[in-house]
Each structure stands twice: as structure tokens, then as C-alpha cells.
């Protein structure tokens, strides 16, 4: 497996916190994105990084927010959680053009 | 922009039956495919891809799948399922750059012995 490590794996927060996920990765990829899992939606893209400091948003990112000050960390931040970001949050790497992407673990996020 | 569409949500088979699971996507330029599997728990794992050439991709477990450009579509098959083969599987295609992946909404593949 990739080195990926998505922390934390679960959490359970309420309506109105700032939550952050990180996502750390060990192959020095330079590409990094964050995904969400819905039934019925498969996976979107909330926001990527193609380098440090590099960040645009996916097709997903109102309430979200990423930053990226080292190549191994990607954090994402929902800044004011709400019920509709309940979800299970993907983080993915990738090294260069042509090459397949490598996820984590997942993060199971929890708004009540 | 691109979209992807899986045209089984729920498949349900007995072991040794053969698969094949649809992929269209939408845009008809240069395309990158692939599929993943998720099985139950757990991350997602690439099957197999499609960057060129032989349209006829092997993957790992005994899958394969056809990348057909005409009609924009990377359709999945196993000739013989297996049990451990239940899990949900997503086709993607990469889109706009920084090789960005659109998925499909993912077909649960159920398997009973």
C-alpha cells in the first residue's frame, strides 16, 4: 500500500464546529486530493494541490477549505460543520501525468 | 464537463456466473480510464487502467475491461466471479488536468456462494 495516513479515522462533531482532517503522505507525490463518498454519488472532488501552496477547488467545495505548507501534509477544514458534510472523506496521491492515484483509509465524519 | 455514468447500481450473482459491469463517460477527447474496487470497510484499490494502445486491459483477479472510443465506454468483466469479488466498483475517467478523477456513482456487487 501507499504511504497514506488519513487522521482521524472516525470522528463525531456538532453543527457549527470547525472540524480538520489530514491527510499525510510518505511518497513525496506531488499531487493530493480530497474526496467525499456519498451513496448514490460515488466519489467528488472537493479540492486538490499540484505543490506546495498549489490549491484549487473541485467540483464540492462550499464549506471547505485545504492548505498545503509541506508536500506530505494536505489538510482539509470545514470551518463551520454542518449535517450535509456527514460523509466519508477520501484523501488521494499521485506522482505525475499517466500514473494511477493511490487513496487512504478514509476518514468517517460524523455532524449532529 | 465530464461526467461518468454506471448503469447498474446493484448487481446480484451466484459464484462462477460471469460479470460485466457499464462505464460511459462523456467528454471524447483524450481520456484516461480506470476501476476501482472498494471492498466492504475498506479504501479503494485500482483494478486496472487505460492510458493507450491495446484496448483490451487486463487487470488484476482476473478482471479485464474494454475501452470502446466510439461508443465512450470501459465496460468491466470477469468471466467467473467469485464470493470475494463482492464489493462496490467505480469506473473514472481523469478530467481538466493534474490528473483529476471523476467518478461514476459505483455498482455494489453482491456474490452468494
Known amino acids: 500500500d501507499a504511504g497514506i495516513t488519513q487522521s482521524p479515522r472516525h470522528k463525531v462533531t456538532e453543527t457549527g464546529t470547525p472540524v480538520t482532517l489530514r491527510c499525510h503522505q510518505t511518497e513525496n507525490h506531488r499531487y493530493m486530493y480530497w474526496y467525499r463518498q456519498d451513496p448514490g454519488h460515488g466519489l467528488r472532488l472537493i479540492h486538490y494541490s499540484y505543490g506546495v501552496k498549489d490549491t484549487d477547488k473541485g467540483e464540492v467545495s462550499d464549506g471547505y477549505s485545504v492548505s498545503r505548507s509541506k508536500t506530505e501534509d494536505f489538510l482539509l477544514t470545514l470551518e463551520s460543520a454542518t449535517s450535509s458534510q456527514t460523509s466519508v472523506y477520501f484523501c488521494?496521491?499521485?506522482?505525475?501525468?499517466?500514473?494511477?492515484?493511490?487513496f487512504g483509509q478514509g476518514t468517517r465524519l460524523t455532524v449532529v | 464537463a465530464q461526467s461518468v455514468s454506471q448503469h447498474n447500481h446493484h448487481v446480484i450473482l451466484s459464484e462462477a456466473a460471469s460479470l460485466e459491469l457499464g462505464c460511459n463517460y462523456s467528454y471524447g477527447g483524450t481520456v484516461n480510464l480506470f476501476w476501482y474496487v472498494q471492498y466492504p470497510g475498506q479504501h479503494l484499490q485500482l483494478l486496472l487502467k487505460y492510458f493507450s494502445g491495446d484496448p483490451l486491459v487486463k487487470g488484476i483477479k482476473g478482471f479485464e475491461a474494454e475501452f470502446i472510443k466510439s461508443k465512450f465506454s470501459f465496460n468491466l468483466r470477469k468471466p467467473s466471479v467469485q464470493w470475494s469479488d463482492t464489493a462496490e466498483y467505480f469506473c473514472?475517467?481523469?478530467?481538466?488536468?493534474?490528473?483529476?478523477?471523476?467518478f461514476g456513482a459505483g455498482t455494489r456487487l453482491a456474490v452468494h456462494p
Open positions: 488521494a496521491i499521485n506522482g505525475q501525468t499517466n500514473t494511477e492515484a493511490f
Open positions: 473514472a475517467v481523469t478530467s481538466g488536468g493534474y490528473n483529476k478523477l471523476i
